[in-house]
């Protein structure tokens, strides 16, 4: 099956830096990502949607001057923890779709995860 | 009220035995519905995808009730290695794209 592919699978970092992570679709290409957010016990929350060449989507409540999404082909896309603090530590997730969208009853395929911790 | 939800659980079950999940959805412009199974700290993996008619797969049986909004899966004869987070996700058409919405998940434990 279609593999996307995340890294790093976690980082540790101190208050006030900058984290990049990757996603990337290793055998399709993906003209949209989507990056998502999971706190302890939580469900997956819809971060943004990236989409190659422009502008990134933001959800609701999702500041995009600090989650920094950069999608600049169709097998990469980087999701930047711009000035992380302890409350950004969680579980990052990215997720891409052969053919792009998530159409009706096509399998989303999911990055391993990137666990942040923000000390 | 969220879009997707389910009961957090967590199921506690011995082997070999049935279990059920419940799950509803509150919008109806909601075009797909699957269920993903999430192992603990790793990625969600799909399932499978839920129909009208209803579907198995095995051990695994799917339900959609659309005029309810409400969408179910049923596990018989429950192993070990079943123990997991099950996700149901929608997939809801906007203007712009088509998003996956995730609800909380329900946890299951199959002790021996």
């Known amino acids: ?119 | 009220r969220k879009e997707v939800e389910q009961d957090p659980g967590p199921f506690n079950v011995p082997e070999g035995a049935t279990v059920a999940f419940n799950c509803t959805y509150s919008n109806s412009a909601s075009q797909s519905f699957f269920w993903y199974r999430q192992d603990c700290r790793k990625e969600p993996k799909l399932l499978m995808s839920v129909y009208s008619s209803g579907n198995e797969d095995g051990r695994f049986t799917a339900q959609l009730n659309r005029a309810s909004q409400y969408i179910s899966l049923l596990i018989r004869d429950s192993k070990l290695s079943d123990s997991a987070t099950y996700l149901c996700v929608v997939n809801i058409a906007f203007i712009d794209t088509d998003k996956l919405i995730f609800g909380t998940g329900t946890r299951l434990q199959v002790f021996p």
């Open chain 1, 1 to 119: 099956g279609a593999v996307v592919s995340q890294h790093p699978s976690w980082v540790i970092c101190k208050s006030g830096t900058s984290v990049k992570i990757e996603c990337r679709s290793l055998d399709f290409q993906a003209t949209t990502m989507f990056w998502y957010r999971q706190f302890p016990k939580q469900s997956l929350m819809l971060m943004a949607t990236s989409n190659e060449g422009s502008k990134a989507t933001y959800e609701q409540g999702v500041e995009k001057d600090k989650f920094l999404i950069n999608h600049a082909s169709l097998t990469l896309s980087t999701l930047t923890v711009t000035s992380a603090h302890p409350e950004d530590s969680s579980f990052y997730i990215c997720s891409a779709s052969p053919g792009g969208q998530p159409l009706p009853n096509t399998e989303a395929f999911f990055g391993q995860g990137t666990r942040l911790t923000v000390v």
